[in-house]
C-alpha cells in the first residue's frame, strides 16, 4: 500500500499530550462509548416487561425464553459484520447505522401487535447491540493516546453498567406510574411496557446526533488515503506529539492488514489453538455462571419467590447500582493485582453467594405453586444476589475482555477475537432461553447449575488461563498455560507449549 507525502518514522520522543488534547480524546471516547450505553440500555430494558409480556401474548416459558433471547442471536451477526463493515464505510457511519436500527428496534418493539412481531424487532435491536459492542472500543482505541487507552477503553464498560442501571430505573419509575405496573395503562395511554420499550429512542436519537459531531478514526482514513484529515484528528487528540511518526505506523500497520481467516486459529488439539480455547471457555464461563439472569429476569425472579411487582423492580435497580460501584472497583484494580489473581477471587465468591441462592431457593415452601421465601430466606437471598453481583462486576465482567483483547498475539489476535465474542454471543443466548424451563421446574436446579460453572470456572482459570499484566501486545507469542513447561506460542499460529 502506497501513500504519498508520508515521512520515514523516527525514534519517538513521547510526551504527555497537552491538558486541552486529553480532554478532547476523553470527550470523543466518551461519545464513542454511548454505543455501550444503549448496549446496556436496550439488553435490559425488557428486565421489566417479562411478565406482562406473558400475560399479553400468553407466552409459556420457553416461549417467554426465546423472545428475550431473540437480541442475543442478532447480537452475534452484528459483532461478526460490524468490523468488515466499518472498514467499507467507517466507523461513524457504522454508529448511525446502529442508532438508525436502535430506534426502529424500541418503536418496533413498542409497537408490536404478537410475539413474533417482537421477536423480529428484537432481532433487530440485537444487530445494532453486536456492532455498538465492537465499534465503541475499536474507536476509542484508535483515537485514543497510547497513555490514555486504558482508561478510556474502560469507559466502554462502565457505559454498558450505566446503560444497564438507566434502564432498570426507567422501568421502574414507568412500572410505578402506571395503572397496574408494567401490564397497567401508562398515564399517556397504551400498556406500560410499551413505553418501556420506546424510552430506548431518546438515548438512540441521540447516540446518532452525537455521531454526526464526532470525527472519523484516523487509521480509516488512512486506509482511504485522506491523510489531511487524518492528521487533523491525530493533532486534536495528540496535541505535541509527532503527527507525522504515528500517520507513519499506521501505514506499516495497514501494509500487514489481512481478512481474518480462521484457518489461522487451527491447532493440534480439538482443532484449535490452546490459547483459542482459552479465550473461548473465558467466554463461556463468564455467561455460564448465570450473570444475565439477574439482568433479563431479576424483577420476574423476585416477584416468583414473594417480592410486589415495585419491590421486584426496586431490587433489580439496586443490582444494577451494585454492579456499577463493582465495576469502578475493577478498574482500580485489574493494573494492580493482575487479571488472574481477580479472575480467581471472582469466581469463588461467585460460587458461594450463587450457592447459598441455591439453598435458599430449593428449600423455599411452595405456595400456589410458587417458592415463598421467609423472613429469614428473603434477605438472605438478597444480600447473596447483591455479593453475587459484587463478586462478577469487579471481577468477570470487565476482566474477561480485557483478557480477550491481550492474550492472543498479534497475527490472530482479530480472527481469534471475533470467535471468542461470537461464543460469549451464543452462551448468553443459552443461559437466557434455558432459565424459565428450568426455573419452572426448580430455581435451586438453576441457580445449582450456574454455583457447578463457578467451581468449574476457577479451575479452568487456575490451570489453564495466563496472566496477562505488564505484558506487550508483541510480547503475547510467549504466553504459557499455568502449570506447563516451555518457551511459548508460535510466532506465527500461538500455539502453546
Known amino acids: 500500500m502506497a501513500f504519498q507525502g ?3 518514522p523516527v525514534s519517538p520522543s513521547p510526551a504527555p499530550p497537552p491538558s486541552h488534547a486529553t480532554a478532547t480524546a476523553v470527550l470523543l471516547a466518551g461519545a464513542a462509548a454511548l454505543g455501550g450505553f444503549l448496549f446496556g440500555y436496550d439488553s435490559s430494558v425488557i428486565n421489566g416487561t417479562v411478565d406482562a409480556l406473558k400475560s399479553q401474548f ?5 416461549e417467554i425464553g426465546f423472545v428475550v433471547s431473540a437480541a442475543l442471536l442478532g447480537c452475534a451477526a452484528g459483532a461478526w459484520f ?4 466499518a472498514d467499507r464505510v467507517g466507523r461513524v457511519r457504522v454508529m448511525l447505522i446502529a442508532s438508525l436500527l436502535f430506534i426502529a428496534s424500541s418503536l418496533g418493539s413498542a409497537l408490536a401487535f404478537n410475539a413474533w412481531d417482537l421477536t423480529f424487532w428484537r432481532l433487530a435491536g440485537g444487530l445494532a447491540i453486536g456492532a455498538a459492542s465492537v465499534i465503541a472500543p475499536a474507536y476509542i482505541a484508535e483515537i485514543a493516546p497510547a497513555e490514555l487507552r486504558g482508561r478510556l477503553g474502560s469507559l466502554q464498560q462502565m457505559a454498558i453498567v450505566l446503560g444497564i442501571f438507566a434502564a432498570l430505573v426507567v422501568d421502574y419509575v414507568i412500572a410505578r406510574v402506571s395503572d397496574g405496573g408494567a ?3 401508562f398515564p399517556w395511554g397504551g400498556s406500560a411496557w410499551r413505553w418501556m420499550f ?9 447516540y446518532g446526533v452525537i455521531a454526526t459531531t464526532i470525527p472519523e478514526s484516523p487509521r480509516y482514513l488512512v486506509k482511504k488515503r485522506q491523510l489531511g484529515r487524518a492528521r487533523e484528528v491525530l493533532a486534536r487528540v495528540m496535541g505535541r506529539g509527532d503527527v507525522e511518526l504515528k500517520i507513519g505506523e499506521i501505514v506499516r500497520s495497514l501494509s ?3 481478512p481474518v481467516r480462521l484457518g489461522d486459529l487451527r491447532g493440534p488439539r ?3 489453538l490452546p490459547i483459542v480455547w482459552a479465550g473461548i471457555l473465558l467466554s463461556v464461563f463468564q455467561q455460564f455462571v448465570g450473570i444475565n439472569v439477574i439482568f433479563y429476569y431479576s424483577s420476574s425472579l423476585w416477584q416468583a419467590v414473594g417480592f410486589s411487582e415495585n419491590d421486584a423492580m426496586l431490587t433489580s435497580v439496586i443490582n444494577s447500582v451494585v454492579n456499577v460501584l463493582a465495576t469502578l472497583v475493577a478498574i482500580a484494580l485489574v493494573d494492580r493485582i493482575g487479571r488472574r489473581p481477580l479472575l480467581l477471587a471472582g469466581a469463588a465468591g461467585m460460587a458461594v453467594t450463587l450457592g447459598v441462592l441455591t439453598v435458599c431457593f430449593a428449600t423455599a415452601p411452595v405456595v400456589d405453586g410458587k417458592p415463598t421465601l421467609g423472613d429469614v430466606a428473603g434477605p438472605l437471598a438478597l444480600v447473596s444476589a447483591n455479593l453475587y453481583v459484587v463478586a462478577f462486576a469487579a471481577t468477570w465482567g470487565p476482566v474477561v475482555w480485557v483478557m480477550l483483547g491481550e492474550m492472543f498475539n498479534n497475527f490472530i489476535r482479530a480472527s ?3 470467535v471468542a465474542a461470537a461464543a460469549q454471543w451464543i452462551a448468553n443466548w443459552v443461559v437466557t432461553t434455558t432459565f424459565p424451563g428450568l426455573s419452572g421446574i426448580s430455581l435451586g436446579l438453576a441457580y445449582g447449575l450456574y454455583t457447578t460453572f463457578s467451581v468449574l470456572a476457577f479451575v479452568f482459570v487456575l490451570r489453564a488461563v495466563p496472566e496477562t499484566k505488564g505484558r506487550e501486545l508483541e510480547d503475547m507469542d510467549g504466553l504459557a498455560v499455568p502449570g506447563r513447561r516451555g518457551t511459548g506460542a508460535a510466532a506465527k499460529g500461538g500455539e502453546l507449549p
Do not use: T, Y
Open 183 to 185: 401490564a397497567g395503562e
Open 58 to 62: 400468553q407466552l409459556n416459558a420457553v
Open 6 to 8: 508520508v515521512p520515514e
Open 270 to 272: 480439538l482443532g484449535l
Open 198 to 206: 420506546a424510552s430506548a429512542v431518546i438515548p438512540a436519537v441521540m
Open 256 to 258: 500487514r492488514d489481512r
Open 82 to 85: 460490524a468490523g468488515r463493515l
Open 416 to 418: 481469534a477475537l471475533a
